[in-house]
């Protein structure tokens, strides 16, 4: 039961430009959401997060918004850079539980 | 500062044979603990989740049982792998709040 879906495995953008990486859930109890960024054979790093009374949330290039009545959240990343190309994975929490992780999307910026 | 420990870093075992994966997290007390898995090519799933001592919730039927003999310490095991075993295991600790904070992780082949 996929509760956290990332319907784009990959992603390639131009250096410079915007990446905009999207996320879709199903339960609506989810409150809490968060994107990672994974390199290869490394644990996922946490990069940014928004609770579920916000519908945005910035740090940096980083830019998280949250569509709650469409259950859709996507993280942008202004300007890309080459060290951005990584996976990016979407996951959602409800209640202060566990998180449950999308499949991810891999990213891939080009100089 | 808080730091998670994960070990092996890499693991080729066969098929049988049994496994042990241990996790220690530094600089934080009871924290929450989780084994998740990756298999190729796709998202986390999440094995089991601990958040307190000899507490384990276990997310999926499987091969695969955890245990978490300290507070710090927690422990993935298998009495005798499978080839569909093979994955990248995470350990993850949190402490409060959904976001969770991983190790290096472990490649895991069964052969």
């Known amino acids: 039961d996929q509760q956290v879906k990332q319907n784009s495995p990959s992603l390639s953008v131009q250096e410079g430009r915007i990446s905009i990486l999207n996320c879709d859930y199903t339960n609506s109890m989810f409150d809490y959401f968060l994107w990672y960024k994974k390199y290869p054979a490394e644990g996922p790093t946490f990069l940014i997060s928004?609770?579920?009374?916000?519908d945005k949330n910035e740090d940096g290039r980083f830019t998280v918004f949250l569509n709650k009545s469409a259950k859709h959240l996507s993280l942008h990343i202004v300007p890309s850079q080459p060290g951005d190309s990584a996976v990016y994975f979407c996951a959602a929490a409800a209640n202060n539980n566990d998180m449950r992780f999308g499949a991810g999307t891999r990213l891939t910026v080009k100089p | 500062s808080q730091t998670i420990h994960q070990w092996p870093a890499t693991l080729v075992q066969p098929v049988g044979s049994p496994l042990s994966l241990e996790c220690t997290v530094e600089?934080?007390?009871?924290?929450?603990l989780y084994w998740y898995r990756q298999a190729a090519g796709r998202g986390l799933q999440l094995l089991f989740y601990?958040?307190?001592?000899?507490?384990i919730s276990s997310e999926v039927p499987q091969n695969l049982s955890a245990s978490r003999p300290q507070d710090r310490q927690f422990i993935l095991s298998s009495k005798k792998l499978l080839l569909s075993d093979s994955g990248f295991y995470l350990c993850?600790?949190?402490?409060?709040?959904?976001?969770?904070?991983f190790g290096q992780g472990t490649r895991l082949t069964v052969v």
């Open positions: 600089g934080t007390s009871n924290p929450n």
């Open positions: 601990s958040v307190g001592i000899g507490q």
């Open positions: 928004i609770s579920s009374i916000k």
């Open positions: 993850a600790w949190s402490v409060g709040t959904p976001e969770a904070f």
